[in-house]
């Protein structure tokens, strides 16, 4: 597939978000523009990730809880992985579920979000146990290992929280449809980096990732994202 530079991530997303619709290459739900799109061969991608190494060594990850995500989050179960799920903005916090306490048959169930509610237990932000591995969705990415979501920055910012919070660099993996593997576009410092990209057909390992984050920029933050976010209003350096 022949795709091209973008100039700002604002025409990457829109590239992607066009071109899954018009190709019929999108899932429900619907409609996918302003989401982490899913996509056709979602189950696939997610088979093809499970076969690398470090998704069969991890024994706890933190997952985005997107639908095209899901049946990659029921496998991971399904192999006995625990699983953080961020709640929305992080208003509740984490969500943690454990496949010690679901049953095989209900992991389909757990990997969706009513299922989520229903099987997880909570945790602050604060007592985060450590992960191996990070899921995240996206919306578009390239071959040397840069990402765009939504555009809200809430993935950034959950890595970034790991960061400040002690936690160390781990691998960051995603699963797209081709169509969302672009040529570049620009990339931010506080970006979260892609160690392996996974579609229904390839499993790209990015040979140079781009630097980790190494923590919350507190200074790009207004009072609104703290407002939105409260776990991070609670964790910034001046109210500790």
Known sequence: MMTAEFPDKAAAREHVWSTLREQRAAA?????????????????AARRLMDDPRLRRAR?????PDSPQRPLRQLLLEAGVEILLPTPRLRGGFRLLDPARIPASACAEAAGLAGAERWAESIAVRDLPRV??????????????????????YGDLEYA?????????????????????????????????????ATPQELIEVADPP??????????LSDADLEAMPALAELRPDRT
Do not use: M, Y
């Open 28 to 44: 429900f739900p619907f409609p996918i523009h302003g989401r982490i799109p899913n996509f056709r061969g979602a189950a696939e």
């Open 161 to 197: 929280l790991l960061r400040d919070l002690g936690h160390p660099p781990v691998p960051v993996v995603t699963t797209v449809h081709p169509i969302q593997v672009l040529d570049g576009f620009p990339a931010d410092a506080h970006d979260l980096p892609l160690h392996l990209i």
């Open 211 to 220: 630097p980790s984050p190494p923590g919350i920029d507190w200074n790009a």
């Open 60 to 64: 706890r990850v933190k997952c985005n």
């Open 132 to 153: 191996d591995l990070i899921v995240t969705g996206s919306v578009a990415v390239t071959r040397d290992g840069r990402r765009c979501g939504k555009g809200h920055g």
